[in-house]
């Protein structure tokens, strides 16, 4: 018996409307990403287990997908090893290529492996999909796409500045208005850490933080006293507690608490920088907001942090975040690379952009025109104002049977195809095209010119 | 010490210029697509291993990717089979899924799988990677993209004619003229097996007739001595060796040879079909040629058979292919859906671009302008500039650093950015832009209305 078709869990075909949505998503950022100076890479879907091992935790290691080595791959493992029927221990035995886990690292690695070739600063996008053994859950695939913008080789705040106009320029060609570019910096981060004497717990202290929307202000300075953050220091973070105000305002505030950390006032300063940029430039539809509570992969990020959260009437967690790493490249033996970089958070934005009704009803339609087939020469007599029409650009079909008008008409029903044209006899003699609406349910005859002049 | 990176073999990172002339291929291709009224889908990049194990042959099942399974793997293997140390038999017990090999096979699982959602005759594209576990070597990868597009559930010969207008269009488009798109049928393969005596030797009688170019008349005839076909069969075949002439009289000629054949005669009823339609409706820039020689996949194929070969000037196999099945979705348990479908060989059709020169050189280029960067403030003047342009449509960006004017003149040609602006007092002053071309060495004073004009 033949097996009923199923897919892997976490995995999911795109239907047309689905692919012809997203391709909408990806190339309004990838005309945003090039009106900015970004150009693509790609990178291979597998890469040497070396690579990407050791790379994102131990948590992480586990949720790469590896490959199977081909052919006798038991081979290869020694008697002793494998008479100890130990998965960890054989696992590099036996598979040497991992699908990608993210895009970041596969371009450290292109960065360091085509140095030679790239000029810098480089300015790179990409977009593919990415692997993960993710336990599936709603929202949650083992396959999905990221999309990621960075420059590396420069440590010019302007960058940071070019990004949050790149985020309000890409949601404002969504249609998507009134996102919330939130902001932090690493270095304001540890600079609180010192001020109240806990430079030492600064990933206690953060994580603290973080909570501060979900579990307000209480239940975080609980959590600080039990990682053994003193009373003392606690009682310095007050102001933090109450920041309000707009982003400069904030700043001020910020500034009295940090006067004694010199590593919190070059946070400052870099806040400013960009603040002031921002301001004098203008955002088109999103706004920026300063949030000290914003943490993120504070290991990774050393100087700004960015999140961006959807307009407020979604319930939808971040749709992008991003900030500035220093030494990327380091892992594969290039010192010194400065990095910063922003990604999209693709399958959350397509489904506000859909919750939203935000996707332009042009995405979604297939075909303008489907000619009814009445037979042979009908058929071909067809075809001659199709090749004409596609050649000006509209999308134009023939029925392929001549099946009967209802069997006909109910397939452009289904497809959602809004007209036919029909060509008998009469149609033929005249060169004439009869042009049904197949909404109002109009009719109209018209010449070639005529049909191709009302489509194009 | 740091790993010194590389990727894995017959894998491949592209650059920013390689992406854009591949996307620049998948575009036209895509764009042609969507004209002629065929939709995308996209399925998983691995499918479940009994979705893909047994459908090509044992040669494919070897050179398909599994993907070891998560966690503790060797748990479900029971001791004794696990004691054996035989790498077959564990494959199935360690991994449940693999990489797509093809996409004819998960298009046929998508059609059995959405079934009930799908509207009849079904006109899909998909443009994906696939993976093989091939030896690499020029010109053959591990991982490479497959462009194909099918029609299911539609046994009309229109579907063939389509398809040949659809090859034309797109090499049309890709500038690529003069390719030969070679047509013939499975049926009339079959019709002169039959007639020769030979129907239970198509196979070694049509893989020694596809030799004929290469190894000459006489080979072939040797060969098919050799397999068994009988001298009295070959000699009746000695007509197809001189076939000549215009399409249509060689199947005035094949008609003579095949008229004791039903199938046979059934086959030339169809060529002639489609010939006419097509010597009707006249191709754009290619030649469609009967090869009675033509067999590819032939125990795949039922009826048409197609493959495109480029230009006489260029040395490279076939650059796409394709063909009439009657069965795809039998495997999944669907019976009695015809499919028709062509696929574009992409790396190949690469590789013929870029030695004829075809690739626009629109498609290559990055940013239009470069603004130089000489402080902060005129950094800031720049990007208000910057904005307006990209608002316009305009690829900018400000160098990121205020270095010296030589360094930033140096990134300019180095990635071969046409015009450079210079933003001074002067021009802050005057509200004017310095523009320069970086390849005369020209400069003029332009408004910013000015300097949008000229580039928008």
């Not at 290869?76 to 036996?94: E, F, H, M, R």
């Not at 695939?141 to 420059?151: N, P």
Request: hydrophobic share 35%; proline share 3%.
């Amino acid at each position: 018996m033949a097996q009923k078709p199923s897919i892997p869990k976490g995995t999911r075909d795109f239907t047309p409307e689905q692919v012809a949505k997203r391709n909408y998503i990806f190339n309004t950022i990838q005309k945003q990403f090039e009106l900015y100076g970004f150009q693509p890479i790609e990178t291979p879907s597998f890469e040497n287990s070396d690579t990407l091992m050791g790379k994102y935790g131990d948590e992480g290691d586990r949720l790469i997908f590896k490959i199977l080595n081909s052919g006798d791959f038991l081979n290869k493992v020694d008697d002793k090893l494998y008479s100890k029927k130990d998965s960890n221990a054989i696992t590099s035995k036996i598979s040497e290529k991992a699908l990608r886990y993210d895009l970041t690292v596969p371009f450290a690695r292109y960065v360091v492996q085509h140095q030679n070739e790239i000029e810098f600063p480089f300015k790179r996008y990409q977009i593919q999909p990415v692997w993960r053994a993710d336990r599936p859950q709603k929202g949650r695939f083992r396959e999905f796409y990221q999309c990621d913008a960075d420059v590396v080789g420069s440590n010019s705040l302007w960058q940071e500045v070019e990004f949050i106009q790149l985020y309000d320029a890409v949601f404002t060609a969504l249609k998507l208005e009134g996102v919330t570019i939130k902001i932090n910096n690493r270095k304001i981060l540890s600079g609180i850490a010192e001020v109240i004497g806990a430079s030492d717990k600064l990933i206690d202290f953060t994580v603290a933080l973080d909570k501060l929307d979900k579990i307000g202000e209480e239940k975080v300075k609980e959590e600080m006293l039990e990682k053994g953050i003193s009373k003392k220091g606690i009682e310095k973070l007050q102001p933090l507690f109450t920041l309000s105000g707009s982003f400069n305002s904030q700043v001020v505030q910020l500034k009295s608490i940090l006067n004694s950390s010199e590593e919190g006032k070059k946070g400052i300063e870099e806040l400013e920088f960009i603040d002031k940029a921002i301001s004098e430039l203008g955002l088109q539809t999103a706004t920026l907001k300063l949030d000290v509570t914003l943490a993120r992969g504070l290991n990774y990020y050393t100087g700004a942090i960015f999140e961006v959260s959807a307009p407020e009437q979604v319930q939808m967690g971040s749709i992008g975040g991003g900030g500035r790493y220093d030494d990327l490249t380091g892992i594969f033996g290039l010192k010194d690379v400065s990095g910063v970089g922003i990604s999209f958070g693709l399958d959350r934005i397509y489904l506000v952009l859909d919750e939203l009704n935000l996707f332009p009803e042009t995405v979604t339609k297939n075909i303008d025109l489907l000619f009814i087939n009445f037979g042979d020469k009908e058929g071909l007599f067809s075809l001659k104002a199709i090749k004409q029409l596609r050649l000006n650009g509209v999308n134009a079909e023939l029925y392929p049977d001549a099946a009967k008008m209802k069997k006909q008409m109910n397939h452009a029903n289904k497809r959602n195809i809004p007209f036919i044209v029909l060509v008998g006899e009469k149609e033929m003699e005249t060169e004439s095209y009869t042009l049904k609406n197949m909404v109002s349910g109009e009719q109209v005859k018209l010449s070639l010119t005529e049909l191709i002049s009302k489509f194009e």
